[in-house]
């Protein structure tokens, strides 16, 4: 019995055994994501760096070639696959970089394999005990005291980075963005009463440039100990006057733009400079003195400078994480740092990648020789905007009056300037050497570029035009150093555009991607020998404007070749005799609809005969042009008068031009605006940051697209490419002819075949300028011609003059009409220069505020009843004829009778205005609501009926 047991026995533990293996194989199957999950925790990784669960494991290991694009996650994972996996793991050096704490490059580029943690503070505060990321203030020392305290100016460089860097165990290099706006932006001065715009307050420039002796140590500091007493209020705090009670704003703007790189390994230095929050010295918009600062940050980077843990107790701090390679990268002003830096030549700057950054900040608000921002000064207005010490009242006080000096001194600069070059400029020109700058102390020198560039810009941007990446690229030519372009369709943004997290794929490779093979070769020395991606990298990356594909190009023409243009398409005319425009835009709403459609009053346009095969644009259009000016129109008895001797010489008269891509059916075009449409796919950033949401741009549809524009000045006939070629001008003489180019903004682009091409000349552009005295410009047709650069080849076109078409009320007209504010006279025709009854305005009026005015013993009773009720009118002598200052008394009591802060004195009829009409007519001039015609404002003058549709128009859209 005992043995039949024993054996009975036997057999049931066999039966259990298999039954609890083969139960055990189906509950334990490794799936290929378990074994993903296991091969990347084994080595170290930590499971808060996968927040997206499953697809961060498989983003990973594709990332790291564990996995391939035949990964299964859910397939059961053979010994073999498993082994095959872990088998890559350890060639890449998986674990060893983990375990070691130092960055791993697999293919060439950083993988995110460093753990991650946000600066923003949680409920329970921050602390860099409990960071993976190690993030702490220091104050570099620069070369001057630019705020006259008696000491050496002192910025302030926020510091992050991998603990692993930071606890000593490698190296990091450092990805630097200098940028003005990122510490906190102020309110201009206007809450505190602060105008510097008044008289002379004699500062001199030279002020700028004074050395005190350097600080003295009284102590030292390392990286660890200063991070822990950092606190998050460096670097995360509300910005007063860029929050709303419903929007706040925090600073540093900055802070989680570089996270992709931070868990890569790299660390990120940001820089708000001179005269910012928690920095000394005088924001000073560009000036070679913020720069040079700038470049300081660099030297304390390659152990070549001093710094500081706090700006008052000397305790010196060196970079003892840094391996001494820098790049600069950052968009817009920041892009501008990159570049005037780069110029300097300084030690460690190993690359840089400004998008839509400045190359002279002449050319950012001036062109030929014209301002082309409404008021020619600008650096004052932008430096004070950025001049974050006035965010804290203690530090403001210690440097106001000095600062209010300094602005009022750039501000009287600019606007003796006029839209011409000069020292302000030359000393923001980071093209130009030390050449211009003759009268300052300055010994600065821009131009000494020895570093490689990856120039971004997008090729409808209006805020930092494209003639910037040009010069960009020139001046990297030049130097002989490696330049790419990556060039896209958007505008002032940046591909990863890290405000809001959006992503535009550049092909099929991400822009930080991108990034990431050029910092991993330039920072880290990665395939160094076997052609890395960022060698080969094509000279032009580029997005077609006709489908948003993506194409390359081997070259790019630099702006010396512009005198000889090799490769060109070249459009001359078959006008002959003079075409004169004005610059009396009443009744032109949309500019570019009237001047793209035909000539009008203030342009002229040529145009081709459709093109019969797709015609690439690729660089620098260069219009010439021979004209005339008429200076004062309203006092000339001819088109060719001489001026009044009395009168003296205008400066500062725009021409402008643009090339135009029309069609008689509408195409798909990129606009000029940030527009985007998310497609639903994620950009993978990778342990732990935050991923970004992949978009493509939004297209729309037209008939025509400005492929570019340019403008000058007729006073300013030298001006060529260059900017300080706009330093000298003339004066001007009506009837005289000077012979211009002008030089519109580079651009590639594709006219499709059966389009045509259009040149249009014109007067002064809405927004850029404006005149409180008309002009005239007077065109010599024959001479009129334009050379566009294209690939390869060389050929020609003819161009004719497109008639009037457009007349200046046909925008109003059509506005009124389509809103039913008024009607036509029959049903064929609106009697533009009719006359108009107080009635019909009292009616339209009412129409407006939403009364419906029919029926009525007349047809304009309720209308009038209305506007007695509301106090628009007495109602007296409805069928009178209405004067263009009782029209505008209409309008202004209608709208409240508001503060009227507008001023007449530009009007030389000013004073004929009735003493009833004057507030209602300053408050329509400083509203855009009354232009005048001919610098009068013809107060006792009938109002016509399209004088009514414009300027009812204009208070519609003011009011809304």
Known sequence: MKKRAASLALVLSMILSFTCQAGAVDAKTETQLDA?????????????????????????????????????????????????????????????????????????VAQPIFPYTSGVPTKDGYSNDNSDIIRYSVYVETNYDTDGDGKLDLVKALVQLPRAAAEGKYKAAAIYDARPYITGCTDNGEARGIDYTKGDQKYNLNDLYVQPAAREAQGTANTMDTAKKAKAEEWYYLSPYESSPGDPFYDYEDLDWYDYFLVRGYAAIEVGGLGTRGSEGLETCGADVETDAFKCVIEWLTGDRAAYTDRTSNIAIKADWSNGNVAMTGRSYGGTTDFAVASTGVKGLKTIVPVAGIASWYDYTNSQGISTHTNPAYSDDLGFYCAGRYIDENDWNSMKDVYQKYLNRIYNDQMTLNGDYGTHWATRDYTAGNEGKAGTASTSKYNNFNCPALIVHGLNDDNVRTKQFQLMYDAFKNAKQNVKLLLHQGEHITPDYDDHKTSLMIGNKTYSSILNEWYSHYLYGQNTNDGNNAEAMAAVTVQNNTDGSWSTLDSWPTSDSLADVNNKLTLTNTATGTTTINSNMNGISNWRDAFTSSSTSASAMYATEPVANDTVIKGTVQVKISAAPIQHPDQQASATAVQSESTGSRDALMMSAMLVDVADDEFTTYPMSRTEVKTGKMNWVGSGAQDYEIINFKTVQSKYKIIARGWIDLANPSAGFDSASAANKISLEDGVYHDYTVYLQPNYYTVKAGHKLALVVYTYEPGKASYSENYGITIDNHSLSAVIPVPKGTSAATMSAIGKKYNWYADAVKYVTDKGLMNGTDDNQFSPSATTTRAMLMTVLARYAGEDTTGGATWYEKGMNWAKAKGVSDGTNPNANITREQLVTMMYRYAGSPKADGKLDSFSDAASVSTYAADAMQWAVANGIVNGSNGKLNPQNNATRAQVAAILMRFCEMSK
């Open 36 to 108: 993903v999950k296991s091969i990347l925790e084994d080595a170290g990784m930590q499971e808060k760096q996968f927040p997206n669960g499953d697809s961060d494991y498989i983003q990973m290991a594709k990332s790291l070639t564990i996995i391939g694009d035949n990964f299964k996650a859910d397939a059961e994972c053979t010994a073999d696959e498993k082994a095959a996996m872990q088998s890559k793991a350890t060639q890449i050096g998986l674990k060893n970089a983990i375990e070691n704490g130092e960055p791993l490059f697999v293919g060439g």
